[in-house]
């Protein structure tokens, strides 16, 4: 929901980009249903209510949205902490009128899918979006990644390093499938905000608010090599990144 910038680079970087729509719903709250914007005071949630009870291991593509009175309550939230940024009036038209009438749709990934491409359409990027559910592939979480990279004719996959932790052992299901595996290397960049100090890791409608045109050029300016397994292994370990960093 509301990506960080850090996703986007993921998509600046792809031909492909392959939402994973069929992959399960976390039981706790999730990055899939919220993330933060800055305020005088740091990071604030915000958080879409989603229906839970009864729908244990339920794919992210039908997840429903249990009041769609929320996106109001996040444009008024969005209103009165960025009413001050320099292209809050053009952008935050934008993003208002991004459902009709203020209704978004029922399910959490229309509403998520709706605003990631709005995002990537700022900052001008032009991958081509795959949704996994339509694809004919199966299998555990690594292979299906294989499978996937396979039916889109990918020679590589870009992982966000947080997902070290689950293909640190799998990299052999990789080379098996003929495709290399790579760990972003991502370095949170700083630029002006309505109050300071700066403060990163904030939904990506932070930098657009603030930087508007310059949003794009300061998301790619954090880019670094990419790693290895081994090198994102030592890099967690070494303690060179933040937990928040990790679980985007």
Not at 196 to 222: C, H, Y
Request: with cysteine; net charge negative; glycine share 6%.
């Amino acid at each position: 929901y509301m990506p960080w910038i850090g996703y986007h680079d993921l998509i600046d970087r792809a031909d492909v980009f392959d939402l994973l729509d069929n992959d399960a719903m976390t039981n706790a709250p999730s990055w899939q249903q919220r993330n933060r914007i800055k305020t005088p005071k740091g990071l604030a949630w915000l958080t879409v209510p989603v229906r839970r009870s009864g729908h244990t291991g339920q794919a992210i593509r039908d997840v429903e949205i249990a009041d769609a009175r929320f996106w109001r309550k996040h444009l008024n939230t969005i209103n009165a902490n960025y009413a001050r940024a320099a292209f809050f009036p053009e952008y935050r038209a934008k993003l208002a009128a991004l459902f009709d009438d203020g209704a978004p749709p029922a399910r959490l990934s229309d509403v998520n899918i709706a605003i990631i491409k709005l995002f990537a359409q700022w900052a001008e990027l032009t991958p081509r979006f795959v949704l996994a559910s339509e694809l004919p592939v199966s299998g555990s979480r690594t292979d299906r990644l294989v499978a996937i990279c396979r039916e889109l004719g990918g020679d590589t996959y870009l992982s966000p390093l947080g997902a070290i932790e689950y293909l640190a052992d799998d990299g052999q299901k990789f080379a098996d499938g003929r495709v290399s595996l790579a760990f972003q290397n991502y370095a949170h960049p700083e630029y002006t905000q309505v109050s300071t100090p700066f403060v990163p890791f904030a939904s990506a409608v932070d930098l657009f608010l603030n930087e508007g045109p310059n949003a794009a050029r300061i998301m790619r300016s954090g880019r670094r090599p990419d790693l290895t397994i081994e090198q994102a292994l030592e890099t967690l370990h070494d303690g060179k990144t933040t937990t928040t960093e990790v679980a985007q």
